[in-house]
T-cell receptor
């Protein structure tokens, strides 16, 4: 099993640019989560999907953030326009119905200059 | 006040020592308690998972939950350099908001 796959591993962009982060969950998992991790705020849930449907997006900080899950094997998190305060590590995680047992990807390190 | 409080450390101990990691929480509705381990430049991975109160042991790791004190602990016996990582506690209620609340994480280093 390849685990949760995220791309890119690193992204450096300039303020105002659009950023798209990608995630492929573990095959067969029906829940997908996007988290953001910073030193100051720790690990924060941004949004999660169940069976490709967004269930809770209350953690999405602003309208600049959007997430989609067009099918069971792919999700994107988009930031448009990006700002320096968006710099963080973004993790995607998936699970098979059990919120306690999340499988995380290796993350995308985003730097907005 | 955060729902889950965890000392970020860093914590540094010699190899072979017993390590105690702790979290406190304020929401009495929390029923599921987890410990995740995160190595540098990696995503967190589930280490231990307990429901409600009591102890759970898995090899060198023991998780304890004291709901009366709203306090959870993770003990590592015979600590090894490979245990060096950040340990995050996480918890969620039985019903209601179906999402985990994570602690800040404690950075642990085991010195050979």
């Amino acid at each position: 099993d390849a685990g949760v796959i995220q791309s890119p591993r690193h992204e450096v962009t300039e303020m105002g640019q659009e950023v798209t982060l990608r995630c492929k969950p573990i095959s067969g998992h029906n829940s997908l989560f996007w988290y953001r991790q910073t030193m100051m705020r720790g690990l924060e849930l941004l949004i999660y999907f169940n069976n490709n449907v967004p269930i809770d997006d209350s953690g999405m900080p602003e309208d600049r953030f959007s997430a989609k899950m067009p099918n069971a094997s792919f999700s994107t998190l988009k930031i448009q326009p990006s700002e320096p305060r968006d710099s963080a590590v973004y993790f995607c995680a998936s699970s098979l119905g059990q919120l306690e047992k999340l499988f995380f990807g290796s993350g995308t390190q985003l730097s907005v200059l | 006040q955060k729902e889950v409080e965890q000392d970020p450390g860093p914590l540094s101990v010699p190899e072979g020592a017993i390590v105690s990691l702790n979290c406190t929480y304020s929401n009495s509705a929390f029923q599921y308690f987890m410990w995740y381990r995160q190595y540098s430049r990696k995503g967190p991975e589930l280490l231990m998972y307990t429901y409600s109160s009591g102890n759970k042991e898995d090899g060198r790791f023991t998780a304890q939950v004291d709901k009366s004190s709203k306090y959870i602990s993770l003990f590592i016996r015979d600590s090894q350099p490979s245990d060096s990582a950040t340990y995050l506690c996480a918890m969620r209620p039985l019903q209601g908001a179906q999402k985990l609340v994570f602690g800040q994480g404690t950075r642990l280093t085991i010195n050979p």
